[in-house]
């Protein structure tokens, strides 16, 4: 008689691969990827959102004039130039401007700004106001509107001189 026996037999396993002391300490070759990955993307998304919020403020600011301009103290932020020039002749006509002293061979004369006609030249001074931050060369207009937002500027008025007034002033003399 054969006896069979019923254990279950022993199967040999293949051994299991020795890790190599090289690689210990190290952060495996697949993980760097992921990192290099992940700043890479950051990156990108800070320059996307950067794009974004200058191009947000150049379409907010096309065919206004940015904020922060003002005109002998008269705001002019986020106004067409049509609107700009009707508030500047609204605020400052009459102009008042200040005393102008005239000299000449060696005497001095004060006159108001009345007596020579001067008036603000409103369609002028809103096209300066307009083109603060307008520079051609893009970085330099980035950092003019930069500085417009933080501080920004005022600006004096374009002025003229009314012709009549000034002859009339002159042929008379001024008075002392």
């Given at each position: 008689m054969t006896t069979t026996?019923?254990?279950?037999?022993?199967?040999?396993?293949p051994p299991?691969?020795?890790r190599r002391?090289?690689?210990?300490g190290r952060i495996p070759p697949r993980r760097r990827p992921s990192i290099v990955l992940f700043f890479g993307l950051c990156l990108g998304l800070s320059a996307l959102l950067l794009l974004t919020a200058i191009t947000a403020v150049q379409l907010r600011f096309a065919n206004r004039v940015f904020a922060g301009v003002r005109v002998a103290g008269v705001d002019l932020s986020e106004l067409t130039r049509e609107q700009a020039a009707a508030r500047l002749q609204e605020q400052l006509t009459p102009f008042q401007g200040p005393t102008i002293l005239l000299r000449?061979?060696?005497q001095a004369w004060p006159l108001a700004s009345a007596d020579l006609g001067l008036q603000v030249d409103a369609q002028a001074?809103?096209?300066?106001?307009?083109?603060?931050?307008?520079?051609?060369?893009?970085?330099d207009s980035l950092a003019a509107q930069w500085r417009l937002?933080?501080?920004?500027?005022?600006?004096a008025p374009a002025l003229t001189v009314g012709e009549v007034q000034a002859a009339d002033l002159l042929q008379r003399g001024p008075v002392h």
């Open positions: 026996s019923t254990a279950p037999r022993r199967q040999s396993t299991l691969p020795r002391a090289s690689l210990r000449y061979a060696g001074t809103a096209q300066r106001a307009y083109e603060l931050g307008r520079q051609a060369n893009p970085l937002a933080r501080a920004g500027a005022n600006l």
